[in-house]
């Protein structure tokens, strides 16, 4: 299993990035999947998650509205569209390999992972 990132870079506040996730040595189509990301001094911060076909996206409370998720199963490629940056979004961002367990008590699906990639960084400063 490879899980590659690409896209991250230094972008002023208010300004966009598109993140990639290129995945192979492994059935892309059959997994969810899900980008968290690490600020600093902090710890690993969930940041959202996408199902097998892409029908069912799910977003933390920090980045809904400004982020959005996608995937395309033809390329084994994940997606992280993010607009509307701030300096609190700098991390480095991860995609991962997932499994949602989605529940109907709760809007947010539990979520277990196995597979990481090497990261990609975001800054966002003026």
């Known amino acids: 299993v490879q899980l590659v990132e690409s896209g991250g870079g230094m972008v002023q506040p208010g300004g966009s990035l598109r993140l990639s996730c290129a995945a192979s040595g492994f059935t892309f189509s059959s997994y969810d999947m899900s980008w968290v990301r690490q600020a600093p001094g902090k710890g690993p911060e969930w940041v959202s998650a996408i199902n097998t076909g892409g029908g069912s996206t799910y977003y933390a409370d920090s980045v809904k509205g400004r982020f959005t998720i996608s995937r395309d199963n033809a390329k084994n490629a994940l997606y992280l569209q993010m607009n509307s940056l701030k300096p609190e979004d700098t991390a480095l961002y991860y995609c991962?390999?997932?499994?949602?367990?989605?529940?109907?008590?709760?809007?947010?699906?539990?979520?277990?992972?196995?597979?990481w990639g090497q990261g990609t960084q975001v800054t966002v400063s003026s």
């Open positions: 991962a390999r997932a499994a949602l367990l989605v529940s109907p008590y709760s809007d947010y699906p539990r979520i277990l992972y196995d597979y």
